[in-house]
């Protein structure tokens, strides 16, 4: 024990950071693997997932194929995001991470959102993206940069984030998540397009808004 520090106090801060640790990532896992499935009869629970048992384990709940073919970007956003989390690689269930791959049309946005539970860090493999996050209140600090390919940019866990391609052809990235399951709150949606929705007042008042804006914005989304 360190002279002049109350044992008591020792305690508080190693459970502190005990506490920290564990809230903040994807449980770690005690054994090799714990397979996703969803038959309860095997009986371990870990982490929203049932174990598959190990002896029933195969290549194939580790395995994804095709994530080399360029995906449909005919949509009003001009973006694709194909996720591979737990639900998609059963084998990826405590293993805390999962992959993305963003395809954008020209011009193409993949628009203002939050993963809750992960960091990402994404590599551009072809065109030139424009990227970004905004630090929480009351800074709202912008970090943006105009990536091309081979570049990468972090987007720190819960931050609103961005990409948008700023060039003439497409564009293609993946992104690596520090969660299983890093969820997704995409928020013109979230705030727009909720269900039941948000009272117009609150949002034209928190907007700064007529009434009659929010009332058009609601009915978009």
């Known amino acids: 024990m360190m002279k002049g520090?109350?044992?008591?106090?020792?305690?508080?801060?190693?459970?502190?950071l005990a506490?920290?640790?564990?809230?903040?990532?994807?449980?770690s896992?005690?054994?090799?693997?714990c397979v996703s499935t969803n038959d309860s009869a095997y009986g371990v629970f870990v982490n929203g997932k049932f174990c598959k048992d190990p002896k029933l384990v195969s290549a194939n709940d580790f395995f994804f194929s095709g994530l080399n073919s360029p995906r449909d970007t005919s949509n009003p956003l001009g973006s694709?995001?194909?996720l591979l989390n737990v639900d998609k690689i059963l084998g990826l269930n405590t293993l805390g991470i999962s992959l993305a791959r963003i395809?954008?049309?020209?011009?193409?946005?993949?628009p203002p959102h939050i993963h809750p539970h992960g960091t990402e860090i994404l590599v551009v493999l072809e065109g030139t993206l424009l990227v970004g996050f905004v630090t929480s209140?009351?800074?709202?600090?912008?970090?943006?940069k105009v990536l091309n390919a081979g570049d990468v940019f972090v987007f720190p866990?819960?931050?609103?984030?961005?990409?948008f391609n700023a060039g003439h052809t497409n564009a293609v990235a993946f992104a690596g998540l520090s969660s299983q399951n890093?969820?997704?709150?995409?928020?013109?949606?979230?705030v727009f397009g909720s269900n039941p929705p948000i009272n117009a007042d609150v949002l034209a008042k928190a907007f700064e808004l007529d009434r009659n804006v929010i009332n058009y914005l609601q009915k978009k989304f």
């Open 80 to 82: 694709t995001v194909t």
């Open 103 to 110: 395809d954008f049309a020209p011009y193409g946005l993949n």
């Open 29 to 33: 896992p005690l054994q090799d693997f």
């Open 5 to 16: 520090v109350p044992r008591y106090l020792v305690t508080v801060l190693v459970l502190a």
């Open 182 to 190: 890093p969820g997704l709150i995409t928020i013109a949606n979230a």
């Open 157 to 163: 866990i819960g931050l609103i984030h961005f990409q």
């Open 19 to 27: 506490c920290s640790l564990a809230s903040a990532y994807d449980p």
């Open 137 to 144: 209140n009351t800074d709202n600090r912008l970090f943006t």
